[in-house]
């Protein structure tokens, strides 16, 4: 759209020319009411990256029962929460632990009574090729590179170390362990095969399909990956935030994580 104004010349009446500077004050004012308006009906989540598949789905779903639109933003939920702290744009955080929310929550970035745990993780020792070992142990003895996401900065890396140390042999595989910084670029260092094995989200192998051996993981070997969600304080969006938070854990959404290969409370 192309606008043109045109300035009264000096002879004009008084009230012609004040209407000549006005104007543009006036264009400008309608221009933006509109913009308002269609900012109002989105909403930006940062999104911790074993969660992708079931958020993409239901984000579609979201989009058509309200209308509303939801940009996703995907990473380590150390990462996201940095970029949180230094006033990244987003309304809503669906981090891989409760740690990071609630430490937003002490640090008055996020709303304290919106914390929710949407999905509960599972951890599994995954190849593209047949793992050849009758237990966990003897598997990650035998590889030569085994993937984790970095422990530091996510909740999957930190539980995969933590596998390892109760199983007693991280000492002795230290050097082959390979970090990706988050548990999506881990499941790529094995899917390229340049780690023959490595700890995955149970989620992303059943979201990928993809032909090969898994070992899931018992869930006593780990503490719980309970992953938490919550609403930013600065987010200008407060009420459509809350109706996204409710949908996410309505009864019926959380079989459908649960589907996903996530643990749920929803039978």
Same mark, same amino acid.
């Given at each position: 759209m192309t606008i043109e104004i045109f300035l009264a010349a000096k002879t004009r009446p008084f009230y012609y020319r004040l209407s000549a500077l006005l104007s543009p004050l006036f264009l400008l004012c309608s221009l933006l009411t509109p913009i308002k308006a269609i900012a109002a009906n989105e909403l930006h989540l940062a999104v911790a990256s074993n969660f992708i598949a079931p958020i993409k789905q239901l984000a579609n779903e979201f989009e058509q029962?309200?209308?509303h639109i939801l940009q996703l933003?995907?990473?380590s939920s150390g990462k996201l929460f940095a970029q949180i702290r230094h006033n990244a744009p987003f309304d809503i955080f669906l981090s891989a632990d409760t740690a990071k929310p609630e430490a937003l929550i002490k640090t008055q970035l996020a709303q304290p009574d919106s914390l929710v745990i949407y999905a509960r993780g599972q951890l599994a020792l995954w190849s593209v090729?047949? /793992?050849n070992a009758t237990t966990l142990k003897s598997a990650l003895l035998k590889?030569?590179?085994i993937a984790i996401?970095?422990?530091r900065l996510a909740?999957?890396?930190k539980a995969a170390e933590e /596998?390892?140390?109760n199983l007693s042999v991280l000492d002795q595989v230290k050097n082959k362990i390979v970090q990706g910084e988050n548990i999506g670029q881990a499941y790529q260092f094995v899917y390229s095969q340049n780690a023959d094995i490595g700890f995955t989200a149970y989620s992303q192998i059943?979201?990928?399909?993809e032909k090969g051996h898994s070992i899931r993981i018992p869930n006593n070997l780990y503490n719980n990956i309970n992953q938490a969600g919550v609403i930013l304080s600065k987010s200008k969006n407060i009420e459509l935030a809350e109706t996204f938070m409710k949908f996410l854990m309505r009864p019926d959404i959380q079989r459908k994580i649960a589907l996903f290969g996530y643990a749920s409370e929803v039978n």
């Open positions: 029962e309200t209308g933003s995907f990473g090729n047949t /793992i590889a030569k590179r996401a970095n422990p909740p999957y890396g /596998i390892m140390r059943l979201a990928g399909q």
